[in-house]
């Protein structure tokens, strides 16, 4: 690969020969912090630090946007958590049991993929909405209404739920049913369900043979 230096650090093309001091400030625009992250997760800098520094950049920029239209939002301290082993959600924001000025952001691990700056953008600006919103408000009528507001003014695609662009990494099944004759995956599962407890009566469909359970982790 030719390697090559360009004399703007947000240039969206930018490729460093090597590693850099990556960091979000308040004055930055939404390219520039696209930049920084995809640099960060491309060489395996991707950090909390980066992401609490994302989530301050959000909170300060959607507070002002929102408020600015007339929305009830709450000055609240932000705080990032840390990466989840979540496999079915992609980020969630704590904000207790009762109303108060905190509130904590986790992110799936499973977002952690080179060229993916978008979709953990994207996803701490669903958290970060949710953080500055009222306590009782989830994905309402204003929560939609303000991620209308946001993605329009501050150039982000925030959806209800899911990835409106991006990937999650594949994660594979704990365990694996295979016929050790016929060298076939028959089925695949998260959790040590019936069908592995009793693995020993159960036959392969093609040859008769006994099935074997394979646990990947």
């Known amino acids: 690969m030719m390697e090559w230096i360009c004399d703007n650090l947000f240039d969206y093309d930018y490729e460093p020969v090597k590693s850099v001091n990556l960091s979000i400030t308040k004055d930055m625009t939404m390219k520039a912090i696209k930049t920084v992250l995809n640099l960060a997760l491309r060489q395996h800098t991707y950090n909390k630090k980066i992401v609490q520094e994302i989530i301050e950049w959000l909170e300060e920029k959607e507070y ?3 408020k600015n239209h007339g929305y009830p939002v709450n000055k609240r301290t932000l705080t990032f958590d840390d990466f989840q082993d979540w ?8 904000l207790g049991y009762h109303e108060t000025g905190k509130a904590t952001i986790g992110l799936s691990k499973y977002l952690t993929l080179p060229n993916n700056e978008n979709a953990i953008i994207n ?6 909405l949710h953080g500055i919103l009222p306590f009782e408000e989830i994905h309402g009528k204003v929560f939609k209404e303000a991620m209308a507001i946001l993605n329009e003014e501050l150039n982000l695609n925030i959806v209800v739920r899911g990835l409106h662009e991006g990937k999650v990494m594949e994660i594979p099944r704990k365990y694996e049913v295979y016929c050790p004759a016929c060298k076939e995956v028959w089925a695949k599962y ?3 369900g019936e069908i592995i407890k009793n693995i020993s009566f159960i036959h392969c469909p093609k040859c ?3 099935l074997k359970v394979h646990q990947n982790y």
């Open 190 to 192: 998260f959790r040590k």
């Open 123 to 128: 996803v701490l600006a669903h958290e970060v």
């Open 208 to 210: 008769g043979g006994k």
């Open 87 to 94: 496999k079915r959600i992609l980020g969630q924001c704590d």
């Open 64 to 66: 002002e946007t929102l």
